[in-house]
């Protein structure tokens, strides 16, 4: 069945460096989205993506669907404390359900 | 409502005893799923409505795992004979349909803890 990785699975960063997180799927998906988690919190959707090769942009945060529509990646510039939370991408495959990758779990030290 | 809701938000129990953990999504949503996240871990999907009918039952990890939903709102997850390796936050989420094209809306979960 299909499988959604991502990488890194956890990173650190210092308050003001760039981050970035990377989405693999095993087959090719209709669509994706990405999802954030605070610390004691629940998932909160960010954003889809749907075409071959799309960006998004909101304010500080870059979202880019792979040409092959396999892979995805979000790039934050400049993390703040408020970026800290886990990171999750979620795959859709034409007439199959979501598959919500690992998630990426970013500490900003300040 | 004005987002999904679950009860309770925390249910401590004894190992063995049966819990009924309780979602209600937001109105007019069609499509609902239940996921479990241990600490800190990823969601672990366990099942998802389609009005009343649950077309996907893959994800529920043992026969002791159930979960309906009536009148296409409410759903109940039933664990019986609670195991200690149950304890999780078991989150609910809705969306339109069941379509992956539409955003999922998540409650904020009913944490889980098996004595």
């Known amino acids: 069945g299909q499988q959604v990785m991502q990488i890194p699975q956890y990173q650190h960063v210092q308050e003001g460096e760039d981050f970035t997180t990377y989405c693999n799927s095993s087959?090719?998906?209709?669509?994706i989205q990405w999802y954030k988690q605070r610390p004691g919190g629940h998932p909160v959707f960010l954003i889809q993506?749907?075409?071959?090769?799309e960006v998004k942009k909101q304010k500080r945060l870059t979202f880019q669907f792979g040409e092959a529509k396999k892979n995805s990646s979000l790039h934050i510039t400049a993390t703040q404390t408020t970026d800290v939370g886990t990171y999750f991408c979620?795959?859709?495959?034409?007439?199959?359900?979501?598959?919500f990758g690992p998630g990426t779990r970013l500490s900003v030290l300040p | 409502g004005a987002g999904v809701s679950q009860s309770p938000s925390n249910k401590v129990t004894e190992k063995g005893k049966d819990v009924e953990l309780r979602c209600d999504p937001i109105?007019?949503?069609?499509?609902l799923y239940w996921y479990r996240q241990s600490l800190g871990q990823g969601l672990e999907f366990l099942i998802y409505?389609?009005?009343?009918?649950?077309?996907?039952k893959s994800g529920l990890p043992s026969d002791r795992f159930s979960a309906e939903r009536t009148g296409g709102s409410v759903s109940t997850l039933t664990i019986q004979r609670t195991q200690q390796e149950d304890s999780a936050v078991y989150l609910c989420?809705?969306?339109?349909?069941?379509?992956?094209?539409?955003?999922?809306?998540f409650g904020p979960g009913t944490r889980l803890t098996v004595l």
């Open positions: 989420a809705s969306s339109r349909d069941w379509t992956s094209y539409n955003e999922q809306f």
């Open positions: 087959t090719t998906l209709s669509n």
């Open positions: 993506l749907v075409k071959s090769g």
């Open positions: 979620a795959g859709g495959a034409y007439g199959q359900n979501f598959v």
């Open positions: 109105s007019g949503h069609t499509a």
């Open positions: 409505f389609q009005g009343n009918s649950a077309p996907d």
